[in-house]
């Protein structure tokens, strides 16, 4: 019982942090306020790291300019149908009571594919030339 109580705490204050973050990024551009942080491995080495541009694209996808955000971040906007499917089945365990989960995501192997992806993105971006310099975080 007090763990039922627990997660539904634990939930209920999730939900007000995504809520609140995402309102936080639609209404203020990262492009015009420097309230967000700075990417410290961009500031260090001058190269984009994989979540660079994300909070851009975020503000972008919050305003539904979903080309925008892809110039800003593209692995990020590939990325959010699987989040959003994770979610889905999380909220489906949370009304049902019953644990429910997408087998393709608990895989052993999506962990080791997931690296590898995100891994050759890095180096992807990080190449000066066409076609790679599209995927650049674009400072």
């Known amino acids: 019982m007090i763990t039922t109580t627990s997660n539904k705490i634990l939930t209920a204050i999730t939900i007000a942090i ?11 551009d990262p492009l015009r306020f420097n309230l967000f942080p700075k990417c410290p491995f961009y500031l260090l080495t001058g190269f984009d790291c994989p979540g660079c541009g994300s909070q851009r694209a975020l503000h972008a996808l919050l305003h539904g300019e979903i080309v925008k955000a892809c110039d800003f971040n593209l ?8 989040l959003f499917i994770h979610m889905l089945f999380k909220v489906s365990s949370y009304i049902s009571g019953k644990p429910k989960q997408w087998h393709l995501l608990y895989h052993p192997k999506t962990p080791i594919i997931f ?10 971006r990080n190449i000066n030339a066409i076609p790679f310099s599209y995927l650049s975080a674009a400072h």
């Open 18 to 28: 995504v809520m609140a973050v995402a309102f936080i990024y639609y209404i203020f």
């Open 75 to 82: 692995l990020l906007v590939l990325s959010l149908p699987m």
């Open 115 to 124: 690296f590898a992806i995100t891994t050759l993105f890095w180096i992807m």
